[in-house]
T-cell receptor
Framework: GIQVEQSPPDLILQEGANSTLRCNFS?????LQWFHQNPWGQLINLFY???GTKQNGRLSATTVATERYSLLYISSSQTTDSGVYFC???????????FGTGTQLKVEL | NAGVMQNPRHLVRRRGQEARLRCSPM?????VYWYRQLPEEGLKFMVY????????ESGMPKERFSAEFPKEGPSILRIQQVVRGDSAAYFC???????????FGPGTRLTVL
Protein backbone atom coordinates (compact mmCIF):
# COMPACT_ATOMS: atom_id res chain seq x y z
CA GLY A 1 0.00 0.00 0.00
CA ILE A 2 0.91 3.66 -0.14
CA GLN A 3 3.54 4.93 2.30
CA VAL A 4 3.21 8.32 4.00
CA GLU A 5 6.14 9.88 5.82
CA GLN A 6 6.09 13.10 7.80
CA SER A 7 8.92 15.24 9.02
CA PRO A 8 10.06 16.36 11.43
CA PRO A 9 8.60 13.91 13.97
CA ASP A 10 8.89 16.48 16.76
CA LEU A 11 9.13 20.24 16.77
CA ILE A 12 9.40 22.79 19.56
CA LEU A 13 8.80 26.45 18.73
CA GLN A 14 8.74 29.72 20.57
CA GLU A 15 5.49 31.60 20.24
CA GLY A 16 5.56 33.80 17.15
CA ALA A 17 7.91 31.58 15.15
CA ASN A 18 7.14 30.11 11.73
CA SER A 19 7.42 26.47 10.74
CA THR A 20 7.10 24.11 7.79
CA LEU A 21 5.89 20.53 8.11
CA ARG A 22 6.45 18.08 5.29
CA CYS A 23 4.52 15.05 4.04
CA ASN A 24 5.98 12.68 1.46
CA PHE A 25 3.91 9.95 -0.17
CA SER A 26 4.96 7.03 -2.32
CA UNK A 27 2.28 7.00 -5.04
CA UNK A 28 -0.23 9.18 -6.88
CA UNK A 29 -3.10 10.32 -4.69
CA UNK A 30 -6.71 11.32 -5.24
CA UNK A 31 -7.12 12.99 -1.88
CA LEU A 32 -4.79 14.63 0.61
CA GLN A 33 -5.90 16.18 3.87
CA TRP A 34 -4.07 17.85 6.74
CA PHE A 35 -5.41 17.48 10.27
CA HIS A 36 -4.56 18.91 13.66
CA GLN A 37 -5.10 16.61 16.63
CA ASN A 38 -5.36 18.88 19.65
CA PRO A 39 -4.25 17.91 23.16
CA TRP A 40 -7.80 16.74 23.89
CA GLY A 41 -7.58 14.23 21.05
CA GLN A 42 -9.98 15.88 18.64
CA LEU A 43 -9.11 15.80 14.92
CA ILE A 44 -9.60 19.14 13.26
CA ASN A 45 -9.74 19.43 9.47
CA LEU A 46 -7.21 21.93 8.20
CA PHE A 47 -7.08 21.46 4.46
CA TYR A 48 -8.34 19.26 1.66
CA UNK A 49 -5.52 19.74 -0.84
CA UNK A 50 -4.77 17.02 -3.41
CA UNK A 51 -2.91 19.65 -5.43
CA GLY A 52 -2.17 23.37 -5.47
CA THR A 53 -2.01 25.91 -2.67
CA LYS A 54 -4.55 27.02 -0.09
CA GLN A 55 -4.45 29.49 2.77
CA ASN A 56 -6.57 29.84 5.87
CA GLY A 57 -5.46 32.56 8.26
CA ARG A 58 -2.02 31.78 9.65
CA LEU A 59 -1.98 28.38 7.99
CA SER A 60 -1.29 27.54 4.38
CA ALA A 61 -0.60 24.34 2.49
CA THR A 62 0.93 23.38 -0.82
CA THR A 63 0.79 20.01 -2.55
CA VAL A 64 3.03 19.20 -5.50
CA ALA A 65 1.33 16.05 -6.70
CA THR A 66 3.85 15.33 -9.48
CA GLU A 67 6.66 15.25 -6.92
CA ARG A 68 4.59 13.47 -4.26
CA TYR A 69 4.86 15.83 -1.35
CA SER A 70 2.84 18.37 0.58
CA LEU A 71 3.89 21.16 2.92
CA LEU A 72 2.00 22.78 5.77
CA TYR A 73 3.12 26.25 6.80
CA ILE A 74 2.33 27.68 10.21
CA SER A 75 3.13 31.36 10.66
CA SER A 76 3.24 33.36 13.89
CA SER A 77 2.67 30.21 15.93
CA GLN A 78 0.56 30.32 19.09
CA THR A 79 0.38 27.97 22.05
CA THR A 80 -3.01 26.77 20.79
CA ASP A 81 -1.24 25.38 17.71
CA SER A 82 0.30 22.67 19.90
CA GLY A 83 -0.67 19.10 19.15
CA VAL A 84 -0.04 16.54 16.44
CA TYR A 85 -0.33 17.37 12.76
CA PHE A 86 -1.28 14.52 10.48
CA CYS A 87 -1.17 14.24 6.75
CA UNK A 88 -3.53 11.64 5.25
CA UNK A 89 -3.83 10.46 1.67
CA UNK A 90 -6.18 8.37 -0.38
CA UNK A 91 -4.96 6.47 -3.41
CA UNK A 92 -6.50 4.01 -5.80
CA UNK A 93 -10.09 5.22 -5.53
CA UNK A 94 -10.88 3.26 -2.43
CA UNK A 95 -11.77 6.25 -0.23
CA UNK A 96 -9.80 5.04 2.77
CA UNK A 97 -7.29 7.49 4.18
CA UNK A 98 -3.76 6.38 5.01
CA PHE A 99 -2.30 8.53 7.75
CA GLY A 100 1.27 9.55 8.25
CA THR A 101 2.97 9.15 11.61
CA GLY A 102 2.46 12.79 12.44
CA THR A 103 4.50 15.76 13.60
CA GLN A 104 4.25 16.52 17.31
CA LEU A 105 4.36 20.31 17.70
CA LYS A 106 4.84 22.15 20.98
CA VAL A 107 4.64 25.93 21.03
CA GLU A 108 6.13 27.54 24.13
CA LEU A 109 5.73 31.04 25.52
CA ASN B 1 -24.91 22.37 10.90
CA ALA B 2 -23.90 19.79 13.48
CA GLY B 3 -20.70 17.92 12.90
CA VAL B 4 -20.10 14.19 13.09
CA MET B 5 -21.40 12.92 16.40
CA GLN B 6 -20.09 9.94 18.30
CA ASN B 7 -21.23 8.37 21.51
CA PRO B 8 -20.30 7.48 24.03
CA ARG B 9 -17.20 9.65 24.30
CA HIS B 10 -15.69 7.31 26.85
CA LEU B 11 -16.47 3.64 27.32
CA VAL B 12 -15.08 1.25 29.90
CA ARG B 13 -15.55 -2.47 29.50
CA ARG B 14 -14.21 -5.55 31.25
CA ARG B 15 -12.55 -8.29 29.25
CA GLY B 16 -15.12 -10.47 27.53
CA GLN B 17 -17.87 -7.84 27.37
CA GLU B 18 -19.26 -6.25 24.24
CA ALA B 19 -18.62 -2.67 23.15
CA ARG B 20 -20.99 -0.72 20.90
CA LEU B 21 -19.83 2.55 19.41
CA ARG B 22 -22.24 4.85 17.60
CA CYS B 23 -21.67 7.41 14.88
CA SER B 24 -24.10 9.88 13.33
CA PRO B 25 -22.70 11.44 10.15
CA MET B 26 -23.06 15.06 9.19
CA UNK B 27 -26.35 16.00 7.59
CA UNK B 28 -26.35 15.13 3.91
CA UNK B 29 -23.39 12.76 4.22
CA UNK B 30 -23.98 9.21 3.05
CA UNK B 31 -20.47 7.79 3.48
CA VAL B 32 -19.15 6.68 6.86
CA TYR B 33 -15.66 5.52 7.81
CA TRP B 34 -14.24 4.08 11.01
CA TYR B 35 -10.61 4.49 12.08
CA ARG B 36 -8.73 3.27 15.15
CA GLN B 37 -5.90 5.03 16.95
CA LEU B 38 -3.92 2.79 19.26
CA PRO B 39 -1.91 4.47 22.04
CA GLU B 40 1.08 6.40 20.69
CA GLU B 41 0.21 5.45 17.11
CA GLY B 42 -1.37 7.06 14.09
CA LEU B 43 -4.84 6.38 12.80
CA LYS B 44 -5.60 3.20 10.87
CA PHE B 45 -8.53 2.67 8.54
CA MET B 46 -10.98 -0.02 9.58
CA VAL B 47 -14.12 0.07 7.42
CA TYR B 48 -16.04 2.18 4.89
CA UNK B 49 -19.82 1.99 4.70
CA UNK B 50 -22.72 3.49 2.85
CA UNK B 51 -26.33 3.08 3.87
CA UNK B 52 -27.00 -0.67 4.29
CA UNK B 53 -23.75 -1.59 2.54
CA UNK B 54 -20.19 -2.37 3.59
CA UNK B 55 -17.97 -1.02 0.82
CA UNK B 56 -14.50 -1.81 2.17
CA GLU B 57 -13.70 -3.69 5.37
CA SER B 58 -10.07 -4.43 4.58
CA GLY B 59 -8.89 -2.85 7.83
CA MET B 60 -11.22 -4.73 10.16
CA PRO B 61 -9.82 -7.49 12.35
CA LYS B 62 -11.13 -10.83 11.12
CA GLU B 63 -12.81 -11.78 14.35
CA ARG B 64 -14.97 -10.04 16.97
CA PHE B 65 -15.37 -6.77 15.03
CA SER B 66 -18.37 -5.84 12.91
CA ALA B 67 -19.90 -2.65 11.54
CA GLU B 68 -23.21 -1.59 10.12
CA PHE B 69 -24.88 1.52 8.77
CA PRO B 70 -28.63 0.83 8.67
CA LYS B 71 -31.18 2.65 6.57
CA GLU B 72 -32.35 4.48 9.67
CA GLY B 73 -30.17 5.47 12.59
CA PRO B 74 -26.48 5.77 13.30
CA SER B 75 -23.61 3.62 12.16
CA ILE B 76 -22.55 1.06 14.77
CA LEU B 77 -19.12 -0.43 15.36
CA ARG B 78 -19.46 -3.54 17.52
CA ILE B 79 -16.62 -5.30 19.30
CA GLN B 80 -17.50 -8.63 20.88
CA GLN B 81 -15.56 -10.24 23.73
CA VAL B 82 -13.24 -7.27 24.14
CA VAL B 83 -9.59 -7.78 25.10
CA ARG B 84 -7.10 -5.30 26.56
CA GLY B 85 -5.53 -4.80 23.13
CA ASP B 86 -8.80 -3.27 21.92
CA SER B 87 -8.22 -0.25 24.15
CA ALA B 88 -7.91 2.66 21.74
CA ALA B 89 -9.60 5.75 20.39
CA TYR B 90 -12.14 4.93 17.70
CA PHE B 91 -12.93 7.72 15.27
CA CYS B 92 -15.78 7.95 12.83
CA UNK B 93 -15.69 10.16 9.76
CA UNK B 94 -18.24 11.06 7.12
CA UNK B 95 -18.07 12.54 3.66
CA UNK B 96 -20.59 14.00 1.22
CA UNK B 97 -21.65 12.26 -2.00
CA UNK B 98 -18.66 13.86 -3.75
CA UNK B 99 -16.48 11.75 -1.40
CA UNK B 100 -13.74 14.34 -1.08
CA UNK B 101 -13.20 15.75 2.39
CA UNK B 102 -13.68 13.41 5.35
CA UNK B 103 -14.87 15.09 8.53
CA PHE B 104 -14.05 13.41 11.81
CA GLY B 105 -16.05 13.05 14.97
CA PRO B 106 -14.62 13.57 18.47
CA GLY B 107 -13.90 9.87 18.91
CA THR B 108 -14.83 7.22 21.46
CA ARG B 109 -12.11 6.27 23.90
CA LEU B 110 -12.48 2.61 24.79
CA THR B 111 -10.74 1.26 27.86
CA VAL B 112 -10.76 -2.47 28.52
CA LEU B 113 -10.02 -3.47 32.09
Amino acid sequence: GIQVEQSPPDLILQEGANSTLRCNFSDSVNNLQWFHQNPWGQLINLFYIPSGTKQNGRLSATTVATERYSLLYISSSQTTDSGVYFCAVEAGGGNKLTFGTGTQLKVEL
Amino acid sequence: NAGVMQNPRHLVRRRGQEARLRCSPMKGHSHVYWYRQLPEEGLKFMVYLQKENIIDESGMPKERFSAEFPKEGPSILRIQQVVRGDSAAYFCASSPPTRDTQYFGPGTRLTVL
